[in-house]
């Protein structure tokens, strides 16, 4: 999956995805993982936003347009995106509703995105692995892995 995001930062080595200025890549997530034990801990995400988000099968696309990316995540119960290039701080409002200071960069074909709200921080690594789009999100000890498989064309 050959995702240019910068001149010097593949987001993966592969040739399946979007280069700048053609078609996006498109993600879905047939099976979740205890997505509300993740947001459980310090959050400050309800218990019934909780149970939506765990429940929710969220579609991902991401594409490239010169040195900005857009990351679309679409659900059943909310639809968010961010527009940013890669290394400046920028400001998110994330699907359960937190504001945070977003800062995304790219290392080794991984995307890491951190995000700091309220004294708070999370982590989340987007990579492709085997074909496939494998999420990680990490607060403190916690940690989450959501993979996506490739909509096809």
């Given at each position: 999956?050959?995702?240019?995001?910068?001149?010097?930062?593949?987001?993966?080595?592969?040739?399946?995805?979007?280069?700048?200025g053609n078609d996006a890549c498109h993600w879905k997530l047939p099976v979740g993982c205890r997505f509300s034990y993740f947001t459980a801990?310090?959050?400050?995400?309800?218990?019934?936003?909780?149970?939506?988000?765990?429940?929710?099968?969220?579609?991902?696309?991401?594409?490239?347009?010169?040195?900005?990316?857009?990351?679309?995540?679409?659900?059943?119960?909310?639809?968010?995106?961010?527009?940013?290039?890669?290394?400046?701080?920028?400001?998110?409002?994330?699907?359960?509703?937190?504001?945070?200071?977003?800062?995304?960069?790219?290392?080794?074909?991984?995307?890491?995105?951190?995000?700091?709200?309220?004294?708070?921080?999370?982590?989340?690594?987007?990579?492709?692995?085997?074909?496939?789009?494998?999420?990680?999100?990490?607060?403190?000890?916690?940690k989450c892995v959501r993979t996506y498989e490739k909509v096809k064309a």
């Amino acid at each position: 999956m050959a995702h240019v995001v910068h001149s010097a930062c593949h987001f993966s080595a592969n040739r399946e995805g979007p280069e700048p200025g053609n078609d996006a890549c498109h993600w879905k997530l047939p099976v979740g993982c205890r997505f509300s034990y993740f947001t459980a801990p310090g959050f400050g995400v309800g218990f019934a936003t909780r149970k939506a988000g765990a429940m929710a099968k969220p579609n991902v696309i991401i594409s490239v347009n010169g040195d900005k990316i857009l990351l679309k995540t679409e659900s059943t119960l909310k639809t968010t995106d961010m527009t940013f290039k890669l290394g400046e701080e920028f400001d998110e409002t994330t699907a359960d509703n937190r504001n945070t200071k977003t800062l995304i960069t790219c290392d080794s074909g991984v995307l890491n995105q951190v995000q700091k709200w309220d004294g708070k921080e999370t982590t989340i690594q987007r990579e492709i692995k085997n074909g496939q789009l494998v999420v990680t999100c990490t607060m403190g000890n916690v940690k989450c892995v959501r993979t996506y498989e490739k909509v096809k064309a």
